[in-house]
């Protein structure tokens, strides 16, 4: 697994790299496999993608082979302002032709515990089709691509720190009624499915996270790993994409 940290003097240098960053990977995959499973977090995350709905990548990226899929939801109807699937609909997926049938979102009727069942449930049928790959060391889904953000605790997707959820080992998804941040029903991807991907990009600026950028780069480890820390890819890259603000307690 490879590890890499990219630094940025603008966010908006950083939005032009991620979009030239997820360009590449998405073609490489279109032509392998003949799909792209990329996954979205909520959050920042979305503004960051600005990028690809504009010249070239509007034109030259074939959105028609994307599958998208959300690393963690807020269980809300799909037009409620807390909904990651509204956030990213209306920031990005309007702006660019991925094919509706493509765009995988919660069952926004179901419980949490229902809606978490029923996702696991759709991936596990995009497995037997043939679009979603598994991994063949863990035995979890592999994505080609997960785009991330991180919360200025630590977390990724809906796993907060000291959550039990973060020890899920078995389930591909999960869900929360317990969430610290609003709101707090929730689904989410567990680690073995973050940790089974090709690549992950870990999109994260301003000085609010800046200690969790710090604790989770640093070589130092100590027992309360925050759940950023725990993203390691079982054979895949992870890239931090990071701006000079959200670095700004790094020593180095
Ligand atoms: O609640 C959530 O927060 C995280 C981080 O959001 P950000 O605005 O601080 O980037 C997000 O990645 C996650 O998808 C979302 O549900």
Same mark, same amino acid.
């Given at each position: ?106 069952? $926004?009727? +179901?419980?949490? !515990?229902? *809606?978490?069942? %029923? ?8 497995? =037997?089709?043939? @679009? ?91 027992? $309360?790993? +925050?759940?950023? !820390?725990? *993203?390691?890819? %079982? ?8 701006? =000079?603000?959200? @670095? ?5």
């Amino acid at each position: 697994s490879k590890r890499d940290l990219l630094i940025f003097d603008a966010e908006e240098n950083l939005a032009v790299a991620l979009a030239k960053y997820t360009a590449d990977i998405s073609a490489k995959f279109a032509a392998e496999r003949g799909a792209v499973t990329v996954v979205l977090s909520g959050g920042s995350l979305i503004y960051a993608l600005r990028k690809l709905t504009e010249a070239p990548y509007l034109e030259t990226v074939d959105w028609s082979k994307w599958h998208v899929f959300w690393v963690d939801e807020r269980v809300v109807p799909k037009d409620h302002e807390d909904s990651n699937y509204k956030l990213a609909l209306d920031g990005f997926l309007s702006k660019v032709p991925i094919p509706a049938g493509q765009v995988y979102a919660i069952n $926004d009727a +179901l419980s949490a !515990e229902g *809606a978490a069942e %029923d996702y696991e449930t759709i991936l596990k049928q995009l497995v =037997k089709n043939g @679009v979603l790959a598994m991994s063949k060391t863990t035995g979890f889904p592999r994505f080609d691509l997960q785009l991330l953000g991180m919360g200025p605790d630590g977390h990724i997707a809906s796993l907060f720190p000291g959550h039990p959820l973060v020890k899920e080992n078995k389930k591909w998804v999960t869900h929360i009624l317990d969430s610290p941040k609003p709101p707090p029903q929730r689904i989410t991807f567990t680690f073995p499915v973050i940790n089974s991907s090709a690549y992950v990009a870990m999109v994260v600026t301003g000085a609010g996270k800046a200690g969790a950028v710090q604790k989770a780069i640093s070589d130092k480890k100590t027992s $309360d790993l +925050l759940p950023v !820390e725990m *993203a390691i890819l %079982d054979d895949g890259e992870f890239t931090w994409f990071t701006d =000079k603000e959200a @670095v700004s307690m790094l020593q180095n």
